[in-house]
Nanobody
């Protein structure tokens, strides 16, 4: 079983940046492809970004490409999401999980609110 704890969210203005962190328990973290996902009010949870187990390969949703960067530190069992040039449309609760996600692994998420 893996437990995932997201942090780093907050309230920012459009154009500003945030860095999210996801700390994972479990000895097999480094074997997993990991992803970030987000859920805006009244909408489904959507894919944002993913990173391979080694960190050598990444992919992004079109809406965040060029603005967000996913990375990981397997020594710290942590995956990050650097978010630059934030837009009001990025407002959501952000979650990390394996990619594809496993239902039982969803954590509480971290709220990101971007004001215009």
């Amino acid at each position: 079983q893996v437990q995932l704890v997201e942090s780093g969210g907050g309230l920012v203005q459009a154009g500003e940046s945030l860095r999210l962190s996801c700390a994972a328990s479990g000895r097999t973290f480094s074997n997993y492809v990991m992803g970030w996902f987000r859920q805006a009010p009244g909408k489904e949870r959507d894919f944002v970004a993913a990173i391979s187990s080694s960190g050598g390969s990444t992919n992004y949703a079109d809406s965040v490409k060029g603005r967000f960067t996913i990375s990981r530190d397997n020594g710290k069992n942590t995956v990050y999401l650097q978010m630059n040039s934030l837009e009001p449309e990025d407002t959501a609760v952000y979650y990390c999980n394996k990619n594809p996600p496993i239902t039982s692994y969803w954590g509480q998420g971290t709220q990101v609110t971007v004001s215009s």
